[in-house]
């Protein structure tokens, strides 16, 4: 297993912002895409916002012009800046890493949650 690291989640106001963190904690693995999925109450598991094979983004409609992802390959580590959050962005946040042989990686998962 590889271990997958997040951090940063909270409380904040509507209109505010957090950045997420995720790190592999270990810098030897192959990666061809990471980044991250939400889960709401009662909702399923949605992407957010990833890396994918090739170097590309990809975001969901919901987030484009808010959120972006980032990374830093030295630290093994991806970042999720949020910014004009809403009310509906409430979910828990789960970090991802897929290998290139589709083995994918899980997070614990980080609360957001935004209040109106």
């Known amino acids: 297993q590889v271990p997958l690291v997040e951090s940063g989640g909270g409380l904040v106001q509507a209109g505010g912002s957090l950045r997420l963190s995720c790190a592999t904690g270990?810098?030897?693995?192959?990666?061809?895409?990471m980044g991250w999925y939400r889960q709401a109450p009662g909702k399923q598991r949605e992407l957010v916002a990833a890396?994918?094979?090739?170097?590309?983004?990809n975001y969901a409609d919901s987030v484009k012009g808010r959120f972006t992802i980032s990374g830093d390959n030295a630290k093994n580590t991806v970042y999720l800046q949020m910014n004009s959050l809403k009310p509906e962005d409430t979910a828990v946040y789960y970090c991802?890493?897929?290998?290139?042989?589709?083995?994918?990686?899980w997070g614990q998962g980080t609360q957001v949650t935004v209040s109106s």
């Open positions: 270990r810098s030897t693995i192959v990666i061809d895409s």
């Open positions: 991802y890493a897929r290998s290139p042989l589709s083995v994918w990686y």
């Open positions: 890396f994918t094979a090739g170097g590309r983004t």
